[in-house]
């Protein structure tokens, strides 16, 4: 069983910058792929960024490449998520998630992650 807590969301002004942690307990988190998700009112929750078990491969959406960095402590069991730039588009919910299997390829859809935070909210005023 992993828990997921994260925080470090609030209110900025577009432009501005926030970073958001997010703590794990459980064992497996040094084994496994953790992501960050976004979910805006009235939408999907959609892949932000993801980082493998060791730290050295991250992968990242679109939308937020060369603004967002993923980093993770395994000896700490965080993982963060440093938001630079930011934009009114960035407005959502954002959560950690845990994917525990060993696989080839990213995955980018929420089924392939089994433990889930309870989310932060990050509001981007124009």
């Known amino acids: 069983q992993v828990q997921l807590v994260e925080s470090g969301g609030g209110l900025v002004q577009a432009g501005g910058s926030l970073r958001l942690s997010c703590a794990a307990s459980?064992?497996?988190?040094?084994?496994?792929?953790m992501a960050w998700f976004r979910q805006a009112p009235g939408k999907e929750r959609t892949f932000v960024a993801g980082i493998n078990r060791s730290g050295g491969g991250t992968y990242y959406a679109n939308a937020v490449k060369g603004r967002f960095t993923i980093s993770r402590d395994n000896a700490k069991n965080m993982v963060a998520l440093q938001m630079n730039s930011l934009k009114p588009e960035d407005t959502a919910v954002y959560y950690c998630?845990?994917?525990?299997?060993?696989?080839?390829?990213?995955?980018?859809?929420?089924?392939?992650?089994?433990?889930w935070g309870q989310g932060t909210q990050v509001t981007v005023s124009s």
């Open positions: 998630a845990v994917d525990s299997s060993i696989r080839t390829v990213w995955q980018l859809t929420p089924q392939f992650y089994e433990y």
């Open positions: 459980g064992r497996t988190f040094s084994r496994s792929t």
